[in-house]
């Protein structure tokens, strides 16, 4: 049972480069999320999706893109990394219907430098 | 912005002790979620409490929850080393998608 698997697990970035966080998922779950953990902030989320083809912003999505070819996969992309951006980066994933609980991957620590 | 703020923010007890925390959201809801999460790791699922209910039990945990004042509280009994973690409450919208809103956690330590 994989669950959520997200790659790396850790990544450095100098400022200004771009890359991608993996997020991929086996459960056929419709709703994909990307929240980023900080020091005293809880998570916040970054962007959603519904389903393949279909995203949209949370409540921090500057400098960040994403997109949804498959229900399975769900990466996140750093345009131009920021220090601002350095982070703890965790994907979720759950049914798209209420009352129903989320699965985390491990997370991605990222250090912009 | 955040939805939920937990409270305490750090909770210390002694082992066989229980542990509340209690958490406080500001608009309707659907669902609240309290969800642990151990140093390092991603977060994982413990209770969801629909907003028609007022109080859930799952093993050692115990979660109730009050519409009228917006807040909910979270009861670990009997608590043990391995609870030691930060615990987070997450509130359902309305939207009719499963949107989770976070809290910032209390982080509880569990002394042997």
């Known amino acids: 049972n994989a669950g959520v698997t997200q790659t790396p697990k850790f990544q450095v970035l100098k400022t200004g480069q771009s890359m991608t966080l993996q997020c991929a998922q086996d459960m056929n779950h419709e709703y994909m999320s990307w929240y980023r953990q900080d020091p005293g902030m809880g998570l916040r989320l970054i962007h959603y999706s519904v389903g393949a083809g279909i995203t949209d912003q949370g409540e921090v999505p500057n400098g960040y893109n994403v997109s949804r070819s498959t229900t399975e996969d769900f990466p996140l992309r750093l345009l131009s990394a920021a220090p601002s951006q350095t982070s703890v980066y965790f994907c979720?994933?759950?049914?798209?219907?209420?009352?129903?609980?989320?699965?985390f991957g491990q997370g991605t620590r990222l250090t912009v430098v | 912005s955040q939805q939920g703020e937990e409270d305490p923010q750090a909770l210390s007890i002694q082992e066989g002790e229980n542990a509340t925390m209690n958490c406080s959201y500001k608009t309707s809801i659907n669902n609240l979620q309290w969800y642990r999460q151990n140093s390092g790791r991603g977060l994982v699922h413990l209770i969801l409490?629909?907003?028609?209910?007022r109080e859930k039990h799952s093993g050692r945990l115990r979660v109730t929850l009050d519409t009228s004042k917006k807040s909910s509280s979270l009861l670990i009994t009997a608590s043990r080393a391995a609870d030691t973690a930060s615990y987070f409450c997450?509130?359902?919208?309305?939207?009719?998608?499963?949107?989770?809103?976070f809290g910032k956690g209390t982080m509880l330590l569990v002394s042997p």
């Open positions: 409490i629909r907003s028609n209910e």
């Open positions: 997450a509130t359902g919208s309305n939207s009719g998608y499963s949107t989770l809103t």
């Open positions: 979720a994933s759950s049914y798209t219907r209420q009352n129903t609980e989320a699965f």
